[in-house]
Every structure is written in C-alpha cells, then in structure tokens.
C-alpha cells in the first residue's frame, strides 16, 4: 500500500497593492503529494476567520503549507481549502 498515493495541485493566489490601490493578481500552481480521505461522518472546524464549518474531506500530506492556497485539485475535482492544518510530522488540508 502506497502511502501518499494522490498527486494534487494546489492553487493559490497573490494580491499586489501599491499605495493602498489594486495593482495585479496572479495565479500560481504548486504540485504536491498526498491522500485524500473522506472522514465518513461531518468533522467541525474552526476556520481562520473563526467561524465552525462541516466537513467530511481532508488531504494528507508531508508538502509545506502554501501560502494564500485556495483550490485544491485531485483527479480533475476542484476543491475549496478550508483550513490548512500543519502538524509535526505532516499536515491535514481540510476541504469543502
């Protein structure tokens, strides 16, 4: 049994502002390793902004965090990323 056997891409986008006013965004793509998993029953998490969300999908993976990610990609589905959750060995990214 493999134990990371997904690859997913995982986007994530960058704002620049100059003097207070949007300048550009860009999309930028990093391919990472993982697991995918259903958890069976709903999960509750707490978001960064704080609010409690049902979840039922989480990524494993050993990928460092990617900052500002947003999408997650496995297998042609597209996934919003809820939380990305570091751990000391690996990380858990939530999805929605």
Do not use: C
Request: charge should be negative; glycine fraction near 6%.
């Amino acid at each position: 049994m493999v134990r990371y056997p997904h690859t997913a891409i995982v986007t994530a986008s960058a704002v620049t502002v100059t003097a207070g006013e949007y300048a550009s965004s860009a999309d930028t793509t990093t391919s990472i390793t993982g697991r995918m998993q259903s958890s069976g029953a709903p999960s509750k998490i707490k978001d960064p902004s704080g609010d409690w969300i049902e979840t039922n999908r989480v990524f494993f993976t050993q990928a460092e965090n990617v900052e500002n990610a947003e999408k997650l990609t496995v297998s042609g589905y597209d996934y919003r990323i809820l939380l990305w959750e570091p751990k000391q060995s690996h990380s858990k990214i939530w999805l929605d």
